[in-house]
């Protein structure tokens, strides 16, 4: 896969945006690898979304997506972008993150490391997550949140990206991780991430759709799940999660926006969890969810 297309619209009302957001990330033809917003006004609550895809959207696919969000009379954008190294190549341009005890940051930042922190190496090469978006610091956060009072044996990763919520979970606990994702390009940088890192003795990497890996399978129930995605595939992966998930389990989601909490929330309440904790990060949230205690409503 040489290029990657990104569909983009113009300036929106945020509930407009929010509704073409949920309208391209439900839309099967074509799926696309991510959907975000960007707020393009402050002073005016204007907001741009944008979509990337791996097979160029036909105009006509854009044209009825636009309608269905009720946007009759806007028009998007469909741009051609190489894939090549361009996450890589913008990786020189970031600041390391520290979350907590954790020190994300690229192989140009390694002199600024130090022995106080637990620090993690990202090369994102091909794959989306170098830890400085918004959801990925809210995962780091939430991880280091429950292992004040929470010890698992061993972790899920759905969705893994780079690599940097398992590789994370090795490193400060030295527990054993499943890292997972659809895309085989994201599961080979995550294995050169963990050899980076000094994890790759601690993590299984595997290509995988949701949760459906008989690897994944054998190596349930999980203690410690982790999703980084969007909201409508963690609505859609509630049942297999939920069915994953050891009974005294912790469960952390993100990827989803403050508006989304209360339909995933729902999703997963019906698989008898509950959420525990949330954190609000410029309009993305992050959920730590565990199982409803006996006799919990």
């Known amino acids: 896969m040489s290029r990657l297309f990104i ?34 006004s402050e002073a005016r609550d204007l907001w741009q979304v944008e979509a990337i895809y791996a097979d160029e959207p036909e105009n006509a696919d854009i044209a009825q997506a636009v309608r269905r969000a009720g946007l009759a009379g806007n028009s998007l954008s469909v741009n051609a972008v190489p894939q090549k ?37 990202i090369d994102a090469g091909l794959a989306f997550g170098t830890g400085h978006h918004n959801t990925t610091r809210g995962c780091l956060l939430a991880l280091q949140k429950i292992l004040r009072s929470y010890r698992p044996s061993n972790c ?30 994201a599961v080979m940088v995550t294995r050169d991430n963990a050899r980076l890192n000094g994890t790759a003795h601690l993590m299984r990497c ?14 349930a129930p999980y203690d410690l799940i982790m999703a980084n995605i969007l909201a409508r595939p963690l609505m859609s992966l509630a049942p297999a999660i939920g069915g994953a998930l050891s009974a005294e389990g912790r469960l952390i989601l993100s990827g989803l926006t403050s508006d989304q909490i209360r339909m995933v929330r729902a999703s997963y309440l019906a698989r008898s969890l509950r959420v525990i904790d949330t954190l609000i990060d410029d309009n993305w949230a992050t959920l730590t969810l565990a199982r409803k205690q006996r006799g919990m409503a």
């Open 156 to 185: 899920l990763d759905v969705g893994c990206g780079t690599g940097v919520l398992a590789i994370a979970a090795c490193k400060l606990t030295g527990i054993k991780a499943m890292a997972s994702d659809i895309d085989p390009d």
């Open 206 to 219: 595997i290509t995988a759709t949701g949760l459906q890996h008989p690897s994944i399978s054998r190596h």
């Open 7 to 40: 569909v983009t619209s113009a300036d929106l009302a945020r509930p407009d945006a929010i509704r073409l957001s949920d309208t391209l990330e439900a839309c099967p033809w074509p799926e696309a690898l991510a959907v975000s917003m960007v707020e393009t």
């Open 85 to 121: 190294d361009w996450v890589r190549e913008s990786l020189a341009g970031l600041a390391p993150v520290v979350a907590g005890r954790l020190f994300v940051h690229g192989n140009h930042d390694r002199h600024l490391r130090s022995p106080a922190t637990v620090n993690v190496e």
